[in-house]
């Protein structure tokens, strides 16, 4: 017999294993590298896709808002006194959703159990895509009545804070009641009575993520804010105020993404999105003047701005 035949060939080949092994650890280099370069060009498509899709749905609702004025002539105000309905509810025939409309009691307030139906719906017109949970709901007791409602992203310009009043941050005769206003103490605005311009007014802004709490960035998730500062069917409203860089205090001089209590917030990378009471949409960034953004918020302020600006 010829033991020659019987010896396994790969003996003629000693090295064959070694080259293998290099192979694969220059396949799996080379896989590593190419994530490391694909990955955050998804996540930067991402972002910009979902900005994009917010800046859409501010745009509708900016539109809503503005077709109500039409009808109405005057802005709605931030909520109905009583019962109370949020001043979305009152321009959803405007943003297209006759249909929750049709479900909506408005003799009884949003929170009403005869409303359960209609405010547990949720209206990707008022969520944020780039919302960490845009689909999230809110549950709380008002008046006795146990309820839960879907939330919302969107907030309306409601002035400038008592206390930036008080600290003589802004000229004393500073009209702070502005866009969406307290019905109770002034009578809401018509789009003639902003003298600084409805391009350089805002009308609504992103206020994201309530009622959970977020501070620059990061969730407060032992201390979430009040159950009804979250829901789309509650007086969702800001008075401008500024806050810490940590976001924890205020009056500060962060304008933009360092609190969603009572604040600009969005989870864009840099900035966030609001509209301005022409039904313009803008990307703000996080850096801005909290002076600049005090006059964004005021309607007859006088200040003379360009878009440059903001």
């Known amino acids: 017999m010829n033991h020659k035949l019987l010896r396994d060939k790969s003996m003629d080949k000693p090295g064959r294993s070694g080259f293998v092994l290099i192979d694969a650890l220059v396949t799996v280099g080379l896989s590593l590298i190419t994530a490391s370069l ?49 001043w ?28 359960k139906e209609a405010i547990g ?18 549950a709380g007791t008002t008046g006795g009545k146990n309820w839960t409602a879907s939330a919302g992203d969107y907030a309306g310009n409601g002035g400038v804070f008592p206390n930036v009043m008080e600290m003589g941050i802004l000229p004393p005769e500073t009209d702070r009641w502005t866009v969406f206003a307290n019905e109770s103490i002034r009578a809401p605005l018509r789009l003639a009575d902003i003298v600084d311009g409805q391009s350089n007014t805002l009308l609504v802004t992103e206020m994201a993520g309530r009622n959970e709490a977020w501070f620059a960035g ?31 205090t205020y009056p500060g001089l962060c304008a933009v993404n360092c609190s969603n209590f009572s604040g600009i917030y969005g989870f864009h990378p840099d900035g966030a999105n609001v509209a301005a009471c022409d039904g313009s949409v803008h990307f703000i960034h996080k850096d801005m003047n909290i002076m600049i953004l005090y006059a964004l918020c005021t309607h007859a302020g006088g200040e003379i701005m360009t878009a440059s600006d903001w």
Not at 92 to 103: C, D, R
């Open 38 to 86: 694909i990955f955050p060009v998804i996540w930067q498509t991402r972002a910009i896709a979902d900005r994009v899709g917010c800046q859409d749905r501010l745009k509708r609702i900016s539109m809503a808002v503005l077709a109500y004025e039409r009808e109405h002539g005057r802005l709605p105000p931030r909520s109905t006194i009583s019962p109370e309905h949020g």
């Open 88 to 115: 979305f509810t009152l321009i959803l025939p405007f943003a297209g959703e006759e249909a929750i409309v049709k479900k909506i009691r408005f003799d009884l307030p949003y929170y009403d159990p005869a409303n």
């Open 121 to 138: 719906t949720h209206l990707s017109v008022m969520q944020c895509p780039a919302t960490p949970s845009p689909g999230r709901t809110v």
């Open 218 to 248: 990061t969730r407060d998730k032992e201390h979430p804010q009040d159950a009804t500062r979250g829901p789309w069917a509650a007086p969702n409203h800001f008075e401008v105020r500024g806050h810490s860089r940590d976001g924890r």
